[in-house]
């Protein structure tokens, strides 16, 4: 079974790459792929819990993040770095996903994989 790792590095509501790098996994996940996800940089502030936004402009990527695991997508990460860099020590971040402290837990993800996407 192939790998695919998907990384994420934009804001939920900056522009579509956020959506694209969600559907990216879906789809991936749907035609068999073996899939995790990697947020990083700016891509941190998807898993902020209780973001009011206007739904038009996203959809809903608190929840969409929520679901991954109904499509067999479990290898859900972030970057704890950027975590700590951009985001303020109250933020509550969604437990789904997993901290990696430094480059190098991050460098063996990404070779782990055949094939990596980023957005």
């Given at each position: 079974m192939s790998e695919i790792l998907i990384v994420s590095s934009h804001t939920p509501y900056s522009g579509l790459q956020a959506d694209d790098a969600l559907d990216a996994a879906l789809a991936a996940s749907n035609v068999g792929l073996r899939v995790s996800v990697l947020f990083e940089s700016h891509g941190v502030f998807q898993l902020l819990l209780g973001q009011q936004t206007d739904a038009t402009v996203n959809q809903l990527t608190e929840k969409r993040i929520k679901a991954l695991p109904m499509f067999d997508i479990e290898d859900i990460y972030y970057c704890?770095?950027?975590?700590?860099?951009?985001?303020?020590?109250?933020?509550?971040?969604?437990?789904?996903?997993?901290?990696?402290?430094?480059?190098?837990?991050?460098?063996?993800?990404?070779?782990?994989?055949?094939?990596?996407?980023r957005f």
């Open positions: 704890k770095q950027s975590a700590d860099q951009l985001l303020p020590e109250e933020s509550a971040l969604s437990t789904i996903a997993k901290p990696l402290v430094n480059q190098t837990d991050i460098e063996r993800l990404i070779d782990a994989h055949q094939h990596v996407l």
